[in-house]
C-alpha cells in the first residue's frame, strides 16, 4: 500500500517547512515524477497554489517563478521580446501538452532529457534561486555539481540577470519536433558594426551536459566580423559525446560542430534587431 | 485517498491512490473515452483539457488535479449534438481507427479557443503531442482549418 502524503502549501514559508521533513518532494508539473516514481517518498509538496507563478522583468533583470510553465513562458517572452533565445528554446521542447505542464522550478531541478532548459540557462548565465535549507542563488556549474544542495530547498524563480538586447540562435537536433534533443546549440552576439563586442556559446548533450565553449568564444570577443571566416569554428565547437541512440560519439561530435559553425554564423551575420 | 474531479461541468468524488495518474482514474471510473497510449507523454492519446489547458493525462498526478475542471471529448458534444470540430473531423474523414481522435478534437479545440483562425503551421504546432498511426495529418489539418471556418461565422 502506497502511503504517500500530498500537501497543498499556500505560501514559500508553508512549503518550505513541509521539504524540511524527511523524503519529502516538490510537485510542480509533475513530468520528472511521473517517470521516475513517488512511491519511494513519504510526502509530496504540490506548488500549484504557491504564488510562484510569474514572468516578470526590472532593469534588464528577467526573473521567471517556478511555477510558471514552460508554455506560459514562452509564450510571455515572445509577446515580450520576440526572437528571445528562451522563448525559442522553451516554446520547441517536447510537445504542446507537455510544454503546458514542464515547470520552469521542476525543469531547473534536474534538467531532465526533455527540457531545453539548460543551454540557454548557460548562455545567459542565469541564477537559480532557492529558498530553504539552502537558501539563495546559484550559477549552472555550482548547481549541477551538488545536487544535495537541493535537500531541504526548493526552487522559487530562475533570474537572467542579462536577458535582453543579444542576437540569438537556437538549434536543438531531433528527428521529430517532440523527440528528446541528442544535443542543443546555444548562441548570444552582441555587435557594434562590424565589431564583435561579445559571443557566448554553449552546447548541451554531450558528454558534459553542458559546455560554454570558451575557446570559440574568445577567439571571437572584440574581432571584426571580417576576422569570423579565418577562424576554424567547427574545430573549435568541436566536443566529445556519448554513444546515443541518435548516433555514435563520433558522428554526434561532427554534427554538433557543423550546427555551432552555423548558428555563430547565423547569429554574427543575421541582419535584424537584438532580442 | 479520495479527491473531487470536475468532469465535464459534474462534480465527482473519486477514491485513488496517491500515486496514481489522471488517466488510470478517468478511464477505472468510466470515463473511456480517454484513451491509453504509450504511457509516456509521446502519442498524446490521452489527452484531456485541464483547467483550459491541454495535457497527457498519464503524466499528470490525479493528487494534482484535484479540484480542478477536466474536459474530455465527450464533454464537448454527442452524436446527436456534435461539437463543430467532431463534425469536421467526420466530414473530412480525418477518422480511421479513431483511437488517436478524441485527443486530436481536445487539441484543436484548446487552439481554436485562443486562435480562432489559425495558420496551418499553428494547427501543426498545435497538434505536435498527438501521433496518428492511420489518416496521416492531411485530413486532420483539413478538419480543423474547417471548423474553424465553420466557428467564425457563427461568431
Not at chain 1, 513519504?42 to 517556478?66: F, H, M, Q, W
Not at chain 1, 504542446?96 to 545567459?124: E, K, Y
Amino acid at each position: 500500500m502506497n502511503m504517500v502524503q500530498w500537501y497543498f502549501p499556500e505560501t514559500v514559508d508553508e512549503a518550505v517547512a513541509l521539504l524540511g521533513r524527511e523524503r519529502t518532494i516538490p510537485h510542480g508539473g509533475g513530468t520528472n515524477l511521473v517517470k521516475s516514481g513517488i512511491a519511494s517518498y513519504s510526502g509530496v509538496v504540490d506548488l500549484a497554489r504557491v504564488p510562484l507563478n510569474y514572468l516578470k522583468t526590472d532593469r534588464g533583470i528577467l526573473e521567471i517563478g517556478a511555477n510558471q510553465t514552460f508554455a506560459s513562458a514562452a509564450e510571455n517572452l515572445s509577446n515580450l521580446y520576440p526572437g528571445c533565445i528562451l522563448a525559442s528554446a522553451l516554446g520547441s521542447a517536447a510537445s504542446t501538452p507537455l510544454r503546458n505542464r514542464i515547470t520552469m522550478g521542476g525543469s531547473a531541478s534536474l534538467f531532465p532529457l526533455w527540457s531545453d532548459l539548460i543551454g540557454p540557462m548557460a548562455v545567459l548565465e542565469g541564477e537559480i534561486c532557492t529558498e530553504g535549507k539552502n537558501a539563495g542563488s546559484f550559477d549552472l556549474s555550482t548547481w549541477l555539481a551538488n545536487r544535495a544542495v537541493q535537500k531541504g530547498t526548493l526552487i522559487t524563480s530562475l533570474l537572467f540577470p542579462d536577458a535582453f538586447d543579444w542576437i540569438s540562435a537556437y538549434y536543438r537536433e531531433v528527428r521529430v519536433g517532440f523527440d528528446y534533443p541528442a544535443f542543443t546549440v546555444s548562441v548570444l552576439a552582441r555587435k557594434k558594426g562590424s565589431r564583435i563586442e561579445r559571443v557566448r556559446v554553449a552546447l548541451s548533450g554531450g558528454a558534459d551536459r553542458v559546455v560554454r565553449l570558451t575557446d570559440l568564444e574568445e577567439a571571437l570577443n572584440g574581432a571584426d566580423l571580417s576576422k569570423v571566416s579565418s577562424l576554424d569554428l567547427r574545430k573549435m565547437g568541436t566536443v566529445r559525446f556519448g554513444r546515443k541512440p541518435a548516433g555514435s560519439p563520433e558522428f554526434l561530435s561532427e554534427i554538433a560542430a557543423v550546427q555551432v559553425e552555423r548558428c555563430v554564423k547565423s547569429a554574427l551575420f543575421r541582419e535584424e534587431e537584438t532580442r | 485517498m479520495k479527491g473531487t474531479f470536475f468532469i465535464n461541468g459534474r462534480k465527482e468524488e473519486w477514491s485513488f491512490a496517491p500515486d496514481a495518474v489522471l488517466l488510470d482514474v478517468l478511464r477505472e471510473n468510466g470515463r473511456t473515452e480517454v484513451h491509453r497510449g504509450c504511457g509516456e507523454g509521446a502519442c498524446g492519446s490521452c489527452a484531456v483539457v485541464l483547467d483550459g489547458t491541454l495535457v497527457n493525462s498519464c503524466q499528470v498526478f490525479a493528487a494534482s488535479a484535484q479540484e480542478k475542471e477536466i474536459l474530455t471529448v465527450a464533454g464537448l458534444g454527442s452524436i446527436h449534438s456534435p461539437h463543430p470540430l467532431q463534425a469536421a473531423f467526420v466530414e473530412t474523414g480525418a477518422v480511421q481507427c479513431g483511437f488517436c481522435t478524441p485527443a486530436m478534437i481536445l487539441a484543436a479545440y484548446c487552439l481554436l479557443k485562443k486562435t480562432p483562425n489559425p495558420t496551418d503551421d499553428e494547427i501543426r504546432r498545435a497538434l505536435d503531442g498527438n501521433s496518428c498511426r492511420c489518416t496521416g495529418y492531411v485530413k486532420i489539418i483539413e478538419a480543423v482549418r474547417l471548423a474553424a471556418r465553420r466557428m467564425s461565422s457563427h461568431d
